[in-house]
């Protein structure tokens, strides 16, 4: 696994990474996300703001949710070679 770095370092462009968050009962979460742009939604159809904009993830097969990670990890990284 690569090691974490700052959300703020993560890609914006729509390319899917692994992310990390704390939910709001305190549960640290990795998931695969991706960064969506209000451009990019209003572009897919629908009603979208300003808040709208950000990470989201799937919580479970059919869900997706607008998530706020601290951190992620780049593919790949020396010690996955096991």
């Given at each position: 696994m690569s090691a974490k770095t700052p959300i703020s370092t993560a890609p914006t462009d729509g390319s899917k990474v692994t992310v990390?968050?704390?939910d709001?009962?305190?549960q640290?979460?990795?998931?695969?996300a991706q960064y969506r742009s209000l451009d990019?939604?209003?572009a897919a159809g629908g009603q979208w703001d300003e808040s709208?904009?950000?990470w989201?993830?799937?919580v479970d097969s059919?869900?997706?949710k607008r998530i706020v990670p601290h951190s992620w990890a780049a593919p790949g990284g020396d010690d996955d070679d096991e």
């Open positions: 990390y968050w704390t709001r009962d305190g640290e979460n990795e998931s695969v990019r939604l209003k709208d904009e950000g989201w993830a799937y059919d869900t997706q």
